[in-house]
């Protein structure tokens, strides 16, 4: 299989997760609007989520697939999976220790951490210690589910992992629904989501169990030992461990500053959420595809396959990137208020959210490309060089974030992660040239400035469309909007492919043959 095609793979999956991710911020948005309820459940699932990635996606799987495919590779199966046995059974007693300690201390995590200036409206700050107790087990369940995808990664099988996620969007949307036809109150809402969450974690763990077992991988939990191979996927992970935790601390900390803005919490999710289907299905699917085929190339001594991944990286990133983040800037409005603007959701909300929206998206190519450049460090099992570039993008964002927040509101929070996310690609990306381990082909720089010129002439007519629609984009009947969106970004995305695969700035064969392989599906 072509590095497009598990790329295409991957991101097919994360595009359904994220789709029904829509449905299900468009379901909170009509339920509970921007309110005080939707607050405390975003602050409240943010928290697991930052141990989860902490953890898991970030330290643990940086350092665990590497040393996997070592020991696979040195080894073989047998070796392989004694390490992966001693692993699990020192990440399950540290996750249930940290989870035990987190739920005893909650109302102390929630007013110091979490959201602290929910204190003020003690019924907000009860229920954000509410649902945060009940979703904290949701650590356990997506930490060993991230151990499992590392596993399955590592034997080129990628797509059970990548659509597990789908899971919680199924139990939400379910959860919201029934709320919906009975009238529930908002927190009767929180609380069911909250358990749904916790729910999906099982489900996904369950999933993945499943898949591991039919590789004939076979996992067994015993007394947590460290053994020299677990000794030295700690000393691995702690630094990534730093970096990931510098990286949600960028997220805590804008959390903290707008916690005091009703709504605020909730309108950064929103705008989140749509950022996420390009960052998903792009950053995310090379992500996941790049660190385990980069970690064989470099234990095979491959040089010539390591630069032809990350050249075919970048083109790809790029390649559908830009033209998203230009398609974000330039009709966020019109795209918030069709996915959001119904029941609770009001039009001061959206202009809010698309103005954040337009602010995230300039930076959406950086935040991809630290995808893209990452994992070439991680490969090298070199953790201490991201760690220190994510301090520097940590001090840009919080520095940034006080001083635009002020002046700009929610929208200052946005500008400063944007820029901090381009600031911390330039460093990744500069070290990697300077150390002679990235070199951009002659062939993917031609390629990346004819997408640049693509995206501008594709951006240029979505500007005539969008003026030639005009306020009907926003004020017409919902069937009127849909027709008029499909119909702006189709003939942009008709433009826009024309255009890269007449000058031969995206490959035509491989991009025919994805397409060919998308409709036998």
């Not at 200036?117 to 009860?126: C, L, N, T, V, Y």
């Not at 996992?219 to 000794?231: C, I, S, Y």
Request: contains cysteine; aromatic residues 10%.
């Amino acid at each position: 299989m072509s590095l497009l095609r598990k790329f295409a793979s991957v991101g097919s999956a994360t595009m359904a997760s994220r789709v029904l991710g829509f449905v299900r911020e468009a379901l909170i948005a009509y339920t509970l609007g921007a309110g005080p309820v939707s607050d405390a459940f975003y602050a409240a699932f943010r928290f697991p989520n930052l141990f989860r990635r902490l953890f898991a996606e970030g330290a643990f799987n940086s350092a665990f697939i590497p040393l996997f495919a070592k020991e696979l590779q040195g080894g073989g199966e047998a070796a392989a999976q004694i390490f992966a046995r001693q692993v699990l059974s020192v990440l399950l007693f540290a996750l249930i220790a940290l989870s035990a300690v987190a739920m005893i201390f909650m109302p102390f995590l929630v007013a110091t951490i979490i959201a602290p200036k929910f204190a003020a409206i003690p019924e907000k700050f009860d229920l954000t210690v509410l649902l945060t107790r009940i979703m904290f087990p949701y650590l356990i369940a997506m930490s060993l589910v991230a151990m499992l995808s590392g596993i399955l990664n590592s034997y080129r099988r990628y797509f059970l992992a990548a659509i597990s996620p789908v899971l919680l969007n199924v139990v939400l949307v379910c959860v919201l629904l029934v709320a919906m036809q009975n009238g529930k109150n908002p927190q009767f809402v929180g609380i069911a989501m909250a358990v749904g969450v916790t729910l999906s974690g099982a489900l996904q763990l369950g999933l993945l169990l499943h898949g591991v077992k039919r590789t004939g991988f076979h996992m067994r939990v015993g007394m947590p030992r460290l053994t020299a191979p677990v000794r030295r996927l700690l000393w691995l992970a702690l630094p990534a461990a730093i970096t990931g935790g510098i990286t949600q601390l960028n997220l805590l900390v804008g959390q903290i500053i707008i916690s005091g803005s009703n709504g605020a919490i909730a309108t950064v999710n929103f705008a989140d959420r749509i950022l996420q289907l390009p960052l998903g299905v792009i950053g995310i699917a090379i992500g996941v595809v790049l660190l385990p085929e980069l970690s064989r190339a470099l234990k095979e001594g491959d040089n010539q396959t390591v630069q032809t991944l990350q050249n075919h990286s970048l083109e790809f990133g790029i390649g559908l990137t830009v033209p998203a983040a230009m398609a974000f800037m330039i009709i966020p409005a019109p795209i918030v208020a069709l996915l959001f603007e119904r029941g609770e959701f009001t039009r001061e909300t959206t202009m809010v959210t698309a103005a954040v929206l337009a602010a995230f998206a300039a930076g959406l190519p950086a935040f991809v490309l630290n995808k893209i450049f990452t994992p070439s460090f991680y490969a090298r099992e070199d953790m201490r060089s991201p760690m220190w570039f994510a301090g520097v993008n940590a001090a840009i964002n919080v520095a940034g974030s006080l001083i635009l927040f002020p002046i700009l509101g929610v929208v200052g929070i946005a500008i400063a992660t944007s820029l901090a996310g381009w600031v911390n690609a330039i460093l990744l990306g500069g070290l990697l040239y300077r150390d002679g381990q990235f070199r951009p082909r002659s062939t993917t720089l031609k390629r990346i400035a004819l997408i640049l010129v693509g995206s501008a002439i594709m951006g240029a007519m979505l500007t005539y469309a969008s003026s030639l629609a005009g306020a009907m984009l926003l004020d017409g009947s919902l069937l009127l909007r849909i027709f008029l969106m499909l119909a702006m970004v189709g003939v942009s995305i008709v433009v826009y492919f024309t255009f890269v695969l007449l000058t031969g700035a995206m490959d035509r064969g491989q991009f025919l043959t994805l397409f060919r392989r998308k409709r036998k599906i």
